[in-house]
């Protein structure tokens, strides 16, 4: 009898845990998750080790500058912020700190926590070493002047600066200049901090409360977040309880989730996928413009791709209308430089050097190349054979599509061409180690100082994966690094763009935007829709401000 009663009993509380597990008993008190897809995993949330920094670092981390929805500077984790250049010979950045934040572990955010997260970046392994070169008095950086960062007080800070660096506030407005935890350095050192395995701690809406690599990243909001910014609607804790970004590499897999709505938000959508979507009653389709290019680059040391003729002929023989109807449903501009079209050095561009559809310009280029069609076959040629190309993109549906059109439009001109997909990752190491002849490849970034990460001689091997190496461009690098104005530095940018024009760094096929996919139920200050920053998703957004109502 004892035993009956008790198997009845389990079977009961089994029962009300299965309803609840369903949802069959709401309450006020039910958590809203949020999940978002991703394509690939974060390689890791520090910005002085890796060139990825968007997703869940971007509600992890704040910057002491931001930008806000329209593009423009706006306050962040600095209240106000100024160079002072009374002194050309000893400028210098004044910050006044926001009061009252501090980090998920209780570490106050005040003038020396930013004081030791710049020392942390300063670091000889940094990726972002070299935005903080102005500054004086990173003492671990070999050969700087011991001029000090001077901490007046808790919330009023100065740094010193060898010259007035025009970079200076952009660099403390994206990511890669976010205020991690002060930590780091003592706690973990450059090479776990950031990791799955060491600490990711920031002042943001949300804390990292799991990351179990390669599967998912679940993020818990910070109750105690009280200071949103200006432009955000909601200056107070988030209002969705937990986000949970997956980690689904198959296309199909992440559609598949998300038509079912197991998924929320459906980030980087194809293109081909949103006549489908916006017919949907109950999604919306977001575009936004993006901030760099899709584009061929060849490996510049590479016999024959180290002739700039051969590779300007690859400019001209593109017909990137095609590209953008077929592939990207109009969604998009042609690609004629190396830069986003709404950058000023890109609009400064006189346009004969620009790049256009010119089969007649290409074929004159080939053979300045020493490439001509000799028979009377279809095929361009040298002494030595007949012209071919390996190209190698992601295995992304419309990575593979755009370079199905470029095999095609290269061999109407005479080329042969293999393709070949990999991996992003793969396909990313092997061009670093130089094992490719061209990569269809895709970048963003908002400032023309990303040439340097792109072509800089110092990059080559790393983020420079087309090894080009040119000692006149690196000149023109060196003079914007040291700009004390933005007219300076734009006058540099503008004939660094040129000089890689000239040289034909890389094919530039299209602009690409932003496109997100969101159920209706998700919400964006009261209206269906999603906060998209049109700087990219190196910017912080106003995570606070969405919702979710299933």
Known sequence: MLVAVVIVVVLIVAAIAGAWAFGLFGTEDDEKVLVIAMSSDVQAMDPAKTSAMYGPPGLIYETLITRDLNGDYADGLALDWNMNRDDPDHPYFEIELRQGVSFHDGTPFNTAAVRDIINYYAQEDSWVQYEFWAVYGCENKTGWPDAGIWCKDDYNMVLN??????????????????????????????????????????????????????????????????????WYENKGPAKIDKIIYRIIADQNTRFAGFESGSIDVLQQVPPSKVTEYEGEDNVSVITERGQGTYHVEFNCQKDPWDDPNLRKAFGYAVDRAQILSTVWHG?????????????????????????????????????????????????????????????????????????????????????????????????????????????????????????DWHFGTWAAGGSNTGWYMDEVFDKYVTNWTYAETEEEFSDNATAALIRLQEQGAWCTLIYWHQIFAVHDYVTFQGEPGWAVNPLGQEQVINIVDVDINK
């Open 161 to 230: 600066l060898t010259w007035a660096d025009v970079a200076l506030e952009f660099n403390l407005s994206h990511l890669y200049g976010s205020m991690l935890w002060p930590k780091a350095l003592e706690e973990d050192g450059l090479d776990l901090y950031g990791t799955a395995n060491g600490h990711v701690i920031g002042t943001g809406p949300y804390m990292l409360d799991e990351w179990v690599p390669g599967d998912h990243i679940t993020l818990v909001k910070n109750p105690d977040y009280d200071w949103g910014f200006s």
């Open 331 to 451: 969604i998009g501009e042609e690609g004629v430089n190396c830069l986003a079209p709404w950058i000023p050095e890109s609009q400064n561009v006189p346009a004969e050097y620009n790049y256009s559809y010119d089969v007649d310009r290409a074929l004159e280029l080939f053979e300045l190349a020493g490439f001509t069609n000799l028979d009377s076959d279809v095929w361009l040629e040298n002494e030595t054979g007949e012209l071919s190309l390996e190209l190698w993109t992601t295995n992304k549906g419309e990575d593979i599509q755009m370079g199905e059109i470029v095999q095609a439009q290269f061999e109407d001109v005479g080329v042969h061409v293999t393709l070949t997909p990999y991996a992003e990752t793969q396909l990313r190491d092997e061009a670093a180690e130089g094992n490719q002849e061209a990569i269809l490849f895709w970048y963003s970034w908002p400032r023309a100082e990303i040439l």
